[in-house]
């Protein structure tokens, strides 16, 4: 690195980083909401059939397990993002757009 693309790190601070990944990870005493349970249930009802799909028109191979696992990835990350956004509440069948 040249002086010019230098990035100014503070120094690591341990409590910052379990701060950072209790956010991350919603490591907290709220319970999901009943909307927020559902909307998890929706995206994963959708994601087991599209891994099914992908499962039984791909070949065996990396191509399919790199697939599958990209669906499980978007899953985990709706899931988190479904989770840390308490205040958002969506009909779940789609007929009302985001409040």
């Not at 697939?67 to 993002?81: D, F, P």
């Amino acid at each position: 690195m040249n002086k010019d693309t230098e990035v100014n790190r503070e120094p690591l601070d341990p409590d910052a980083g379990i701060h950072e990944v209790e956010e991350a990870f919603v490591f907290n005493d709220n319970a999901p909401t009943q909307a927020q349970k559902a909307m998890c249930e929706h995206i994963e009802a959708y994601a087991r059939g599209l891994a099914f799909e992908i499962a039984t028109m791909v070949p065996e191979g990396k191509h399919r397990t790199v697939a599958i696992n990209n669906v499980l990835g978007a899953v985990l990350w709706a899931r988190q993002g479904i989770l840390t956004a308490r205040l958002v509440e969506v009909n779940v069948c789609g007929e009302n757009p985001v409040q």
